[in-house]
């Protein structure tokens, strides 16, 4: 066996390797996108954050009384101005016959469940959110019935309870809505590859709850000015990871394209 070093075979391979460095740096130096060579080749471009309506869910964060009502005990400001926006949203999804979820806190009197920069307040006598009471409810403009009522012992209880055709409420203890709940897997069972997002407090819980989405491959919608506490860097940000930007008026329209 020789041991000889072919340099005939090595230069041959030296110069198909520069020629394809070279296609490649031609390809940098002009800043192809991969949408620009896809349309040259006439292969259809990759997209993976743009929305699919048939795939779709409305997810509202945190929607309740305390944390809404003027006056309530937790009033986060600015959440019952959005609350006509959240509502054309919830409308356009239940006439389309897509699937909603509302995703709520319920805060033990004890603070057991309870995040810890929260959990001295409730241990010191606040009320706020506590399972069975009004204002743990869900803002009466949202629901299908006024007279509907959580069920705050099976909600506690990692079950999530159906109050319409496609539209249940659950319960997350933390931030965001994946955390420490069934959520991921209820999206999957539903077909769900796309979230829209409305509800109360864009710094806390929306924000967490779209980067815990974006971090499980969900394509994402933001409905803008159906979100209270949101600013400019905020959206911003949430740009910056492909979430798709809607106002009320833009989603709905969305909804209803019949194309």
């Not at 031609?26 to 259809?44: I, N, Q, R």
């Not at 400001?77 to 926006?85: E, F, I, L, Q």
């Not at 012992?153 to 249940?168: D, F, I, R, T």
């Amino acid at each position: 066996m020789s041991n000889e070093f072919d340099f005939s075979t090595s230069r041959r391979t030296v110069l198909k390797t520069s020629a394809a460095a070279t296609v490649a740096g031609v390809a940098l130096a002009t800043g192809l996108s991969d949408s620009a060579k896809a349309s040259e080749s006439g292969a259809k471009p990759r997209d993976y954050v743009s929305p699919n309506r048939e795939r779709s869910v409305l997810i509202t964060i945190d929607t309740q009384n305390d944390f809404s009502l003027h006056g309530a005990p937790a009033e986060i400001p600015g959440t019952m101005a959005v609350v006509p926006n959240i509502k054309r949203g919830l409308e356009a999804f239940r006439r389309k016959g897509l699937p909603i979820i509302h995703v709520i806190r319920l805060y033990q009197p004890d603070g057991s469940n309870v995040d810890v920069a929260r959990r001295k307040l409730l241990q010191d006598g606040a009320r706020i959110v506590n399972p069975g009471t009004d204002g743990a409810e869900l803002v009466s403009d949202l629901k299908r019935s006024a007279s509907d009522r959580l069920d705050s012992a099976a909600l506690l209880a990692g079950h999530s309870q159906q109050v319409g055709p496609k539209e249940w409420v659950i319960y997350k203890p933390r931030w965001g809505a994946f955390y420490g709940t069934n959520l991921a897997d209820q999206l999957r069972e539903l077909g769900v590859d796309t979230i829209a997002l409305a509800g109360c407090n864009y710094p806390n819980c929306p924000r967490t709850t779209l980067y815990e989405a974006s971090e499980r491959d969900f394509r994402l919608i933001m409905l803008t000015d159906a979100v209270s506490g949101v600013y400019d860097k905020g959206l911003q940000e949430m740009k910056a990871i492909g979430v798709n930007l809607m106002t009320t008026d833009e989603a709905t329209k969305w909804v209803n394209a019949t194309t």
